[in-house]
């Protein structure tokens, strides 16, 4: 593991991010850091090294003994191995964002879920303060390259076993590590996931409810119509082509993000947060891309691959009452998966952003989940 080192290096995927572009690493950086000072536990920062040479950006909270106030800055690796010990015992939780996100977004929940037990939090690999690198164009090898850095990253880190929460892409990537690493995995928590049903053009036509990835009612025609457009071009090149009007774009169409989080923050921050994690050299944009088609939908979907889990895998899935993402997905994993746990969870008064929409509840039903493993 390595201190906290930054540097506006280029990134080692050669693409071209125009210059005009008001952001850069540092901001990333400084508008990240005003956001983890709300966190009161002890917490860890740092750049966790892969074999690869790429890093992955990560944060660990310990339960905070006297809550007392403390450094939020990264200290050094020989620290780190002494303050990252599971807490009595307990299996650690990892939280696993999703698309566009960063470990920022957890900033309401970070506090709750360490009171009893080891958290940590990463950017993907491709997102965030993590490393940048070229991906695959090949949907497989997109979706292994990042699931190969998450055991990559555990090892680094020295963890045997995880409780493992993914949200959206997180979701989809966090139940592809399981099915490749099942004994890494005690609980699988996924959290409104992207990329589980099949596209209704390739779906058998059975008469039951289709548990896809939008809900029945879809989104408007028009938005159907932009999307068909836009899957030709990186999903947030928008934001860069903007330039210097792209911390505005997002403020306009992404307000909520704003909302979510108001009780922390009066201003532009969270909003500032989304703008940098995504004005960046594009690259796990790139293997989403890799990974998706038409509108939401996974090339490769995860549901026809649930059989393969390990029946000794647990899985809670928590959808939003008013998420885009359709809560039958959920029975239909527990249809394919019999003789297993599997267990569904609606958060009432939460959309996509689950976590962010009704933080309490969201940490409640977590906490629950993990207290039942140990």
Known sequence: MDDEIEADAPSRLSSWVPSWCPTS???LKNTEAKILACIRNDLVSRFVSLPS?????????????????SSKTSISATQT????????????????????????????????????????????LGFGRSSRPAFSNDPGQAEEQSVHAIEEWRRAMGLDSVILLGHSLGGYLAASYALAHPQRVRHLILVDPWGFPEHPSTRPQTGEPSGGEVKPS??????????????????????????????????????????????????????????????????????????SESFGWA?????????????????????GAQSWVDSSTGERIKTLRPGSYV????????????YADQPDEFNRVVQEVCDSID
């Open 343 to 354: 267990k569904n969870i609606i958060i009432e008064g939460a959309s996509h952003h689950v």
């Open 25 to 27: 690493m540092s901001l």
């Open 299 to 319: 090339k490769r979907p995860m549901l026809p691959r649930m059989p393969l889990l390990s029946q000794d895998t647990p899985m809670t899935v928590l959808y």
């Open 81 to 124: 191995s002494h303050t990252s010990i599971h807490s009595m015992g307990r299996t650690p939780l990892v939280l696993v964002h999703g698309f566009g996100g960063g470990v920022g977004l957890w900033v309401h929940n970070l506090d709750a879920l360490s009171q009893r037990r080891t958290v940590h939090a990463f950017d993907l």
């Open 218 to 291: 879809g989104p408007p025609r028009w938005v159907k119509g932009v999307a068909s457009v836009l899957m030709h071009f990186n999903p947030l090149a928008v934001i860069r082509a903007a330039g210097p009007w792209g911390p505005g774009l997002v403020q306009r169409f992404r307000p909520d993000f704003k909302r979510k989080f108001e009780d922390l923050f009066e201003d532009n921050t969270m909003t500032d947060y989304i703008y940098h994690c995504n004005a960046q050299t594009p690259s796990g944009e790139i293997a989403f891309r890799a990974m």
């Open 53 to 69: 040479q790429d890093k992955i950006w990560t944060l660990t909270l310990n339960p905070n003994q006297n809550q007392a106030a």
